[in-house]
């Protein structure tokens, strides 16, 4: 649930790009943590929980992720209209939809692209989920990586090496980077 703002507040959004398994949900909560515990009114909203609910109706062909990404960047916008910082958590794979999303939130605010990057084999490593190894079996068609392609941003304005860092140490990364794009956050 959203909270008051603080009047000194600058609503943004930092997108969180990368193969599942990368980190993203993991370092956004840990920001929403450090922003919450500075004041700072925000929305974490995770590619998960929106396929759960707003997209549920939405498969993984290229069409249903555009509209996947093309609904979450809607709601990034009305957050931000709200005056909420938004964090996004999204594999978001391809370039297209990730400048589509960036075409319509900045309109609302700040835009800032994170491309939390993992090799495939570490994000294997870490599927709790079971979903790389569905994948693999055929379970799972279309998935992020395996059969379906993910095109790492070209110059995203982060870019984290997730494969040695804990999520604290990549939010931590976060945090300067938008202490310095922001001046105080």
Not at 51 to 59: E, I, P, Q, V
Not at 106 to 133: I, M, N, Q, W
Request: aromatic letters at 8%; one cysteine or more; proline letters at 6%.
């Amino acid at each position: 649930m959203p909270r008051m703002i603080t009047s000194d507040q600058k609503p943004f959004v930092v997108w969180l790009t990368g193969l599942s398994g990368a980190g993203k949900t993991s370092i956004a909560i840990e920001l929403e943590c450090e922003l919450r515990a500075r004041g700072h009114a925000l929305v974490r909203l995770d590619g998960d929980v929106l396929r759960k609910g707003l997209c549920r109706d939405l498969g993984f062909t290229p069409e249903d992720r555009a509209e996947n990404i093309r609904r979450a960047a809607e709601v990034c916008g009305l957050l931000l209209d709200a005056g909420q910082i938004v964090l996004a958590a999204f594999i978001s794979p391809f370039a297209a939809e990730r400048a589509q999303a960036r075409a319509l939130i900045e309109p609302h605010g700040r835009f800032f692209e994170v491309f939390v990057d993992t090799p495939l084999s570490v994000a294997e490593g870490r599927d709790v989920k079971g979903l790389y190894r569905r994948a693999r079996s055929g379970e799972l068609p279309n998935f992020t990586g395996i059969d379906s392609p993910y095109e790492a941003p070209e110059a995203p304005d982060l870019h984290l090496h997730t494969a040695g860092d804990t999520p604290t140490q990549s939010a931590a990364n976060v945090l300067t980077f938008l202490a310095w794009r922001l001046i105080r956050i």
